[in-house]
C-alpha cells in the first residue's frame, strides 16, 4: 500500500486547508485510516481516524469542531478538512493506514504516507 498525501501549504490563522491521502495498492474501505502530525521539537500526535469498520470517525481534542475526516470510495482517497486554522496547527502532517486498527500514538501502523507540510501564520 502506497499513501501519497497532499495539499499542505501555507495558511494565515483563522483560515482553512483540505489534505488528501490517496491511496494505491488497497482499496481504502478495507483499511483504518488516519492522519497524524508533527510540531518541530514536538512528538508525532494523533489528529483524526476513520474506522473501516464502521465509518465512524474520532479526533484529538485539539481539533475537534475545527477537523473532519471523510472518504471518497470511489477516489480512494481519505481528506482532512480543517477549518478554523490556529497556529498551533502548524505541523508536518503524515496520512497513516492500518489493516488491523489504528493506534492513536501511531505505534505498530503499517503504512505512512510522506508528510505534508502545513504552516498556519498570524
Known amino acids: 500500500v502506497q499513501l501519497q498525501a497532499s495539499g499542505g501549504g501555507l495558511v494565515q490563522a483563522g483560515g482553512s486547508l483540505r489534505l488528501s491521502c490517496a491511496a494505491s495498492?488497497?482499496?481504502?474501505?478495507?483499511?483504518?485510516m488516519g492522519w497524524f502530525r508533527q510540531a518541530p521539537g514536538r512528538d508525532r500526535e494523533f489528529v483524526a481516524g476513520?474506522?473501516?469498520?464502521?465509518?465512524?470517525?474520532m479526533y484529538a481534542d485539539s481539533v475537534k469542531g475545527r477537523f473532519t475526516i471523510s472518504r471518497d470510495n470511489a477516489k480512494n482517497t481519505v481528506y482532512l478538512q480543517m477549518n478554523s486554522l490556529k497556529i498551533e496547527d502548524t505541523a508536518v502532517y503524515y496520512c497513516?493506514?492500518?489493516?488491523?486498527?489504528?493506534?492513536?500514538?501511531?505505534?505498530?501502523?503499517?503504512?505512512w504516507g510522506k508528510g505534508t507540510q502545513v504552516t498556519v501564520s498570524s
Open positions: 495498492g488497497r482499496t481504502v474501505i478495507r483499511l483504518h
Open positions: 497513516a493506514a492500518d489493516k488491523g486498527i489504528l493506534n492513536t500514538r501511531g505505534i505498530g501502523i503499517d503504512y
Open positions: 476513520f474506522s473501516r469498520s464502521d465509518g465512524s470517525t
